[in-house]
């Protein structure tokens, strides 16, 4: 069992920044993805941004240019960093940790969420 471990949300202006932290425990097997979702009132979970065990990232087209993610694989601790916040950025912002156990099957493991609220 992995823990996951988000922190930084918080009450923002538009405009503002914030940085979003994920630390997930030690596990015995590879972390092949670590990423950040959200979800807004009456809406479904969708992706914000990924970061790869190679380094590589996708983004959702409306953050690009706006949101960083990046990771430290010593840590096991993905960040977001987040710029020019708009109100739509609002949302509970989900951490999830993928990895790929012994049978070669992916195995996802979720935050429990932290709340972004932009103000305008």
């Known amino acids: 069992q992995v823990q996951v471990v988000e922190s930084g949300g918080g009450l923002v202006q538009v405009g503002g920044s914030l940085r979003l932290s994920c630390a997930a425990s030690?596990?015995?097997?590879?972390?092949?993805?670590m990423g950040w979702y959200r979800q807004a009132p009456g809406k479904q979970r969708e992706l914000v941004a990924n970061?790869?065990?190679?380094?590589?990232?996708n983004y959702l087209d409306s953050v690009k240019g706006r949101f960083t993610v990046s990771r430290d694989n010593a840590e096991n601790t993905v960040y977001l960093q987040m710029n020019s916040l708009k109100p739509e950025d609002t949302a509970v912002y989900y951490c999830?940790?993928?990895?790929?156990?012994?049978?070669?099957?992916?195995?996802?493991?979720w935050g429990q969420g932290t709340q972004v609220t932009v103000s305008s």
């Open positions: 999830k940790v993928r990895l790929l156990d012994r049978w070669a099957t992916n195995r996802d493991y």
């Open positions: 030690r596990s015995i097997f590879s972390i092949i993805a």
């Open positions: 970061i790869y065990s190679d380094g590589s990232t």
